[in-house]
């Protein structure tokens, strides 16, 4: 299997464009998790899904962020409009059996 | 979920053991011990995880305490390849294997040849 899939693995935007994070999870895992880490805050969990239902989105910042699971191959995390301290790297993982399998993150810079 | 305490930073020469200690004096009975590592700029990586019983893998092992407050992870002969943030983190593991895992600030362990 390939892994979680994470793209694009670098955005560099500008203050108020939207930006759209994409994660393709492993094959038969029924969980999905978006993560968000800085230098400041560490590794923060944002919102995960289970059979592509958002079970916990306590960690979602504020309703600039939205994250949605159509199937169970693909999600999207959008932030509208992004911000400078949106910068960060955002990770995916997935999990079937408890163990979490990360992305290789995105890596966003707003300007 | 229970907290952990982690030292902030560690060394350990090449091919000696490396042991990263983890407290978390608060755990309760059905939660489990997991230990993840984060190399610089990759996602976070699995390493090994118990409950109450010592557990070995390829890549670790690990010794958790009789009154389940504490835990060392043990890397037998650390390489150059095993620096990295090492993450502790005790958690329920409820029916299907998956609630959400919350990272703390871990240890940075860092092999010196």
């Known amino acids: 299997d390939a892994g979680v899939i994470q793209s694009p693995r670098h955005e560099v935007t500008e203050m108020g464009q939207e930006v759209t994070l994409r994660c393709k999870p492993i094959?038969?895992?029924?969980?999905l998790f978006w993560y968000r880490q800085t230098m400041m805050r560490g590794l923060e969990l944002l919102i995960y899904?289970?059979?592509?239902?958002?079970?916990?989105d306590s960690g979602m910042p504020e309703d600039r962020f939205s994250a949605k699971m159509p199937n169970a191959s693909f999600s999207t995390l959008k932030i509208q409009p992004s911000e400078p301290r949106d910068s960060a790297v955002y990770f995916c993982?997935?999990?079937?059996?408890?163990?979490?399998?990360f992305g290789e993150g995105s890596r966003l810079t707003v300007l | 979920d229970a907290k952990t305490t982690q030292p902030p930073s560690m060394d350990c020469a090449e091919g000696r053991a490396a042991n990263l200690p983890c407290n978390h004096s608060?755990?309760?009975?059905?939660?489990?011990v997991y230990w993840y590592r984060q190399i610089h700029s990759q996602g976070p990586q699995y390493i090994i995880h118990?409950?109450?019983n010592n557990e070995t893998n390829e890549m670790a092992s690990l010794i958790i305490t009789e009154d389940r407050k504490s835990s060392t992870l043990i890397l037998p002969h650390a390489t150059l390849r095993d620096t990295a943030v090492y993450y502790c983190?005790?958690?329920?593991?409820?029916?299907?294997?998956?609630?959400?895992?919350?990272f703390g600030k871990g240890t940075k362990l860092t092999v010196n040849p």
């Open positions: 993982a997935s999990s079937r059996y408890g163990e979490l399998f």
């Open positions: 094959s038969g895992h029924d969980y």
């Open positions: 899904f289970n059979n592509n239902v958002p079970i916990d």
């Open positions: 608060t755990i309760s009975g059905n939660e489990y």
């Open positions: 118990g409950l109450k």
């Open positions: 983190i005790v958690r329920v593991a409820g029916q299907g294997g998956s609630e959400k895992l919350v």
